[in-house]
């Protein structure tokens, strides 16, 4: 199956082709179709060349869906497939009020799922760091939010006098900050990567270790290199599950 697969985030939006299991053609637009229509429907255009049977759209901005369905509508005559919790995710969902679980965390669950396997733990470094948890049946079961990275530094920005905003993951971390860039960027990696590994210690407690761990997003691998955290990274997680999800539910 050959889809068109977009993750809608706060701050950009990600695009890809998902081809028989595999994903390409990776493109980030910054300010997503609010900022930059132009260059979201010129993008889908270029993933999309060749042909496509389908557009899988994992959305946590409900304002911009219309847009979006306007633009694929208009540009590969198909109407999206939006993720949600009655989506054919490959999973059961054991949670209150499954319709409050964001999409892009559903995708990443039933893309995990699909490469690792249950019980499965999820770590995805966006605007928020998200944790979601997949038990042995396999049923999502819930996780933790806690604020992202790109909140962190913006926030020190904002409400400080001094603080300078800093652009994570491009530098070598120091031992100890000599700079105040030094300093944030240190507290960032090393204070993140001691959110992330107390986070999976407390939520392995139920599979007595044995859960899978895999991590997505745009800072997993920075957080997490030179740790001795036993995680798999993997980039294209998300657009992976929203292909998964729509082949669950088959051809149009």
């Known amino acids: 199956m050959r889809l068109v697969c977009i993750d809608i985030g706060n701050t950009s939006a990600t695009l890809g082709l998902y081809e028989d299991g595999e994903i390409s053609r990776v493109t980030h637009i910054n300010g997503g179709i609010r900022k930059n229509p132009e260059a979201c429907s010129d993008m889908v255009r270029l993933i999309a060349d060749g042909g496509v049977e389908g557009v899988s759209i994992a959305s946590v901005v409900p304002e911009v869906n219309s847009k979006w369905r306007h633009l694929i509508h208009e540009t590969l005559g198909c109407v999206p497939r939006f993720v949600t919790s009655e989506s054919p995710l490959g999973f059961t969902v054991d949670y209150p009020c499954p319709e409050r679980i964001g ?5 990443d669950a039933a893309g995990g799922l699909a490469r690792y396997g249950a019980p499965l733990i999820v770590v995805d470094f966006g605007t928020a760091l998200n944790f979601e948890v997949i038990d042995d049946r396999p049923a999502y079961v819930g996780g933790v939010i806690t604020p992202g990275l790109p909140l962190m530094t913006t926030y020190l ?3 400080t006098a001094l603080l ?3 652009e994570l993951g491009n530098t070598e971390t120091p031992v100890v900050g000599k700079s105040t860039e030094e300093a944030i960027t240190l507290g960032a990696q090393v204070g993140y990567r001691g959110i992330v590994r107390e986070l999976i210690a407390h939520l392995q407690r139920p599979f007595n270790g044995k859960a899978h761990v895999v991590a997505t997003g745009g800072y997993a691998g920075w957080v997490l290199n030179g740790s001795d ?3 798999a990274i993997d980039p294209t997680l998300t657009l992976f599950g929203l292909g998964k999800i729509f082949e669950n539910g088959g051809a149009d």
């Open 164 to 166: 300078p905003k800093v």
């Open 103 to 107: 999409a892009d965390r559903l995708a």
């Open 229 to 231: 955290l036993e995680v």
């Open 157 to 159: 920005h904002e409400k």
